[in-house]
C-alpha cells in the first residue's frame, strides 16, 4: 500500500525538520509532502534538506492547503500531521492499521481522553474551546468523538477523494468530523500523546478570531445537514416569542371585546408567520439535502468502484 504524509506548514523552521526526519524514521517508504503556505521563513529549505517532497499553496489557510493535498495526491493511506512537532511520530502505525484493515475509513488521534492536551497545553481558552465544540458536534449527530479538533489523522483513499474541502482555514478538522459523521463513514479514535510546541515555535491560532471561525463553521454545516431541525429551532423561537407577545393581547380581547395593544398584536402576528415561514423551509431544504444524500451516495458508489477496478489492474 502507497502511504503518503502530509504537513501543511506556515513558518515552521524550528520544528520542520524533526518531524519530516521523524516520520521517514517511522515511515520509510512513505512519501512525506510538506506544503509551504507562504511561509517566510526556511520552512520549505530545512524540509527538502530532510527529504520531504516541497510544494507550494498560494492561497493562505490550511482548509486551503488541505483542498489541494486532497485533489493532488495519490495514495492509498493518508495521514495528516501538522508540523509543529506536537504529534509523535511513534503513534503514525496506530492511526493507519485500522485503514490497512478496513476498519475505518477516517482515523483520528485522540489527544484528550489520556490528559496529556490539558497536561501540556497552557491555553485554557483552548481547551474550552475544544470541549465546547466537541459537546455541540456530539449533541447534534448523537455521535461519542472524544476530540473534534485534533490535527493528527488518517484516512483511505475513498474519503480523501470524496471530501468536499470548503473551509478556507483551521475550520478544516471540524469539517473533517461532521462530513465523516453526516456521511457515514467509518471512523476510530486512537489515545495519542500531545506535547507542547518547542521554545522558539509560535502557534498560529488565535484563540478568538479562530474560534469564532470554527463556531461559525458549525452553524453553517448545521445548516447545511440538518436544515430541518435547524429551522425547526427557529420556528419554535419565533412560535414562544409570537406567544409571548400576543397572549396578554388575546386575554384583553377576551376580556373586553376590544384591543388596545395593537403594536403588541401586530407583532406577535408577523412572529407567528415567521415561525411558520421558517419551519416550512425547513420541511423543503430537508427534502432539498435528503436528495443530495442519495446523489451523494450514488456517486460514493462510483468512486468506489472506480477505485476497486485500479486495485485490480495494479494486482494483475
Request: with cysteine; glycine share 6%.
Amino acid at each position: 500500500m502507497k502511504i503518503a504524509v502530509l504537513i501543511p506548514c506556515y513558518n515552521e523552521e524550528k520544528t520542520i525538520g524533526k518531524v519530516v526526519s521523524d516520520f521517514k524514521r517511522e515511515l520509510p517508504h512513505a512519501d512525506i509532502y510538506v506544503y509551504d503556505n507562504n511561509s517566510k521563513d526556511r520552512t520549505s529549505e530545512i524540509a527538502a534538506e530532510h527529504g520531504a517532497i516541497v510544494r507550494k499553496e498560494t492561497r493562505q489557510g490550511k482548509g486551503n492547503v488541505v483542498r489541494s493535498m486532497f485533489r493532488e495526491i495519490e495514495a492509498d493511506i493518508y495521514v495528516m500531521v501538522d508540523g509543529d512537532d506536537t504529534y509523535p511520530a511513534e503513534f503514525v502505525h496506530q492511526l493507519i492499521e485500522p485503514i490497512q484493515n478496513g476498519e475505518a475509513n477516517m482515523v483520528i488521534g485522540d489527544r484528550l481522553s489520556n490528559g496529556t492536551y490539558f497536561q501540556e497545553n497552557k491555553r485554557p481558552f483552548h481547551n474550552f474551546g475544544n470541549n465546547l465544540v466537541k459537546n455541540l458536534i456530539n449533541f447534534l449527530y448523537k455521535s461519542d468523538i472524544k476530540d473534534i479538533m485534533t490535527g493528527y489523522r488518517a484516512f483511505d483513499k475513498w474519503f480523501v477523494k470524496s471530501m468536499p474541502v470548503m473551509s478556507p482555514g483551521f475550520e478544516i478538522e471540524t469539517e473533517m468530523s461532521i462530513h465523516a459523521l453526516d456521511k457515514k463513514f467509518l471512523i476510530k479514535e486512537v489515545p495519542i500523546d500531545y506535547r507542547d510546541r518547542p521554545e522558539g515555535s509560535e502557534s498560529k491560532l488565535n484563540t478568538f478570531s479562530d474560534g469564532w471561525k470554527v463556531l461559525k463553521m458549525i452553524f453553517t454545516l448545521f445548516k447545511d445537514y440538518k436544515p430541518f431541525l435547524f429551522f425547526s429551532l427557529w420556528s419554535a423561537l419565533f412560535f414562544i416569542l409570537g406567544l409571548a407577545v400576543g397572549i396578554p393581547v388575546i386575554v384583553e380581547f377576551i376580556q373586553t371585546n376590544f384591543i388596545t395593544r395593537v403594536p403588541s398584536a401586530i407583532l406577535a402576528v408577523g412572529l407567528m408567520i415567521f415561525a411558520l415561514l421558517s419551519f416550512a423551509c425547513g420541511l423543503i431544504l430537508d427534502t432539498v439535502a435528503s436528495a443530495q444524500r442519495k446523489q451523494y451516495e450514488l456517486e460514493l458508489n462510483q468512486i468506489y468502484k472506480q477505485m476497486r477496478r485500479e486495485k485490480n489492474d495494479y494486482i494483475s
